[in-house]
């Protein structure tokens, strides 16, 4: 009995950590194979690598914006929400945006919650393009792309 026992305990550590260590097939842009000139149709989760530079990214623009420091972004699942983005157009229709990425979270400054959305397009694996920014710590202060997808 004692045999079986440790068998099954052996096949269920096998299958944890075959499942575990699985790598995801889909490339994040993070990773220097990645095509910056793939066109995207589709609104797609983001996964945690890009959720984490989604944070980097909104934290330095925000810092930038506001002209604010010493604040943390809320970067629990319950507030953070990141999502990849059709590809999308300024409104003259000279610019083209590929991997749009668009996020919400909370940040705590002073004591302080605030609200902010921010949207930003990835041009290669260093640079990017702030189409949107907008936070209730300042509401007249804002970083607001024109974008066909406005209309």
Do not use: R, W
Not at 76 to 84: E, F, M
């Amino acid at each position: 009995m004692k045999k079986i026992k440790l068998l099954g305990l052996m096949v269920i550590s096998i299958v944890l950590l075959g499942a575990c260590s699985s790598k995801s097939e889909s490339k994040s842009t993070n990773d220097s194979s990645y095509d910056y000139n793939q066109t995207n149709s589709e609104v797609k989760e983001a996964n945690n690598s890009q959720k984490a530079e989604f944070i980097v990214l909104a934290k330095k623009e925000i810092k930038k914006l506001y002209q604010i420091d010493n604040f943390e972004i809320d970067d629990s699942s319950d507030n953070l929400k990141v999502n990849i983005m059709p590809d999308d157009k300024s409104q003259d229709g000279s610019e083209t945006y590929k991997n749009v990425f668009s996020g919400i979270s909370n940040f705590t400054y002073q004591d302080k919650i605030y609200s902010f959305d921010f949207i930003y397009s990835k041009t290669d694996e260093n640079h990017y393009k702030v189409l949107y920014l907008y936070s209730n710590y300042d509401a007249n202060n804002k970083i607001s792309v024109p974008l066909d997808s406005d209309k």
